[in-house]
């Protein structure tokens, strides 16, 4: 249906567990190069020999830390390294998502999320911006979120707060990387059946289910889905914009108003 994305290099942070590694197997099962980052090795070596296995192109893990900008940029070097010296896509996905309520968060807690989820993405951009340039067709992706940009949830002000600023960022962005042909979008997904959600335990998934018009939570094939036609070049005249991934969980302004 689409151009083949075969060799393409593509660096996925957060790329070692749930919505990152669904979108770096999509990738590589479209025969593109991916790299995935995470801060423990052994799971990251771990997850790319298993999607290496699967076949199709092959996918690295190498070490680094979003929150740090030196770290973003040696992935991002090491990344070129691995790939010939390319780097087409980047999916800006590492994120974390600790619940604290805002009369009891720290300073440390406010400033972990922040550091994560929203200066990351600046970061692991910035560093791959030569790169994205010399591709021809760069690609920027984010993993943002309905929590935040659109709905609310106790406990997740941090954590709405950077989702909400990945989408202020994306939009400037977008426009500083028009030029470059760059283009810069962003995906919002609803509650998706990842290792980190389950984290958040067997209520919170029951009460979200009943939240969910299509009835379950999405998978994280349903979000590589997206960011595989964010990456496409049938989706180089797409730039700035956000699409929403989650069941219908938006749309109703009650339970009862799902009928
Ligand atoms: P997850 O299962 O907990 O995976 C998070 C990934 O990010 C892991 O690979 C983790 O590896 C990595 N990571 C965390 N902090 C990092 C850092 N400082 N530097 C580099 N990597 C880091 O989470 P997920 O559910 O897949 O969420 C992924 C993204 O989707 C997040 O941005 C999240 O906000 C967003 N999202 C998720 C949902 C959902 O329902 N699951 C909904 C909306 C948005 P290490 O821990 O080893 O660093």
Redo the contacts with the bound molecule.
């Keep these: 249906m689409f151009t083949s994305i075969s060799g393409r290099s593509v660096l996925v942070?957060?790329?070692?567990?749930?919505?990152?590694k669904g979108i770096a197997a999509a990738f590589a099962a479209q025969g593109a190069q991916v790299a995935i980052?995470?801060?423990?090795a052994g799971?990251g070596e771990e997850t790319a020999a298993e999607l290496t296995a699967i076949g199709g192109g092959p996918v690295s893990y190498l070490h680094?830390?979003?929150?740090d900008p030196d770290s973003c940029a040696e992935v991002v070097a090491q990344t070129q390294d691995r790939h010939g010296g390319a780097l087409d896509v980047v999916c800006a996905?590492?994120?974390?998502?600790p619940a604290a309520p805002l009369a009891e968060m720290t300073p440390a807690e406010l400033d972990e999320v922040l550091s994560?989820?929203l200066k990351?993405t600046f970061y692991v951009v910035q560093s791959a911006l030569p790169a994205l340039a010399a591709s021809g067709h760069g690609r920027v992706i984010v993993?943002s979120?309905i929590?935040g940009p659109v709905t609310g949830f106790s406990g997740w002000t941090a954590y709405g707060a950077s989702?909400a600023g990945q989408l202020g960022f994306l939009k400037s962005a977008a426009l500083e990387l028009a030029k470059q042909k760059i283009t810069v979008n962003a995906i919002m997904?609803?509650?998706?059946a990842?290792?980190?959600?389950a984290d958040m335990g067997a209520e919170y998934i029951a009460g979200m289910e009943a939240a969910i018009p299509l009835g379950h939570l999405g998978s994280v094939a349903d979000i590589a889905a997206a960011a595989l036609f964010f990456a496409s070049d049938e989706a180089g005249y797409i730039t700035g914009q956000t699409l929403v991934v989650d069941g219908g969980q938006i749309i109703p302004e009650s339970l009862e108003a799902m009928g």
Excluded: C
């Excluded at 680094?64 to 929150?67: F, I, L, P, T």
């Design positions: 942070t957060g790329g070692t567990k749930g919505i990152g980052t995470g801060r423990h799971l680094g830390d979003v929150a996905n590492a994120g974390v998502f994560i989820n990351g993993t979120s929590t989702k997904p609803g509650n998706i990842t290792e980190g959600l």
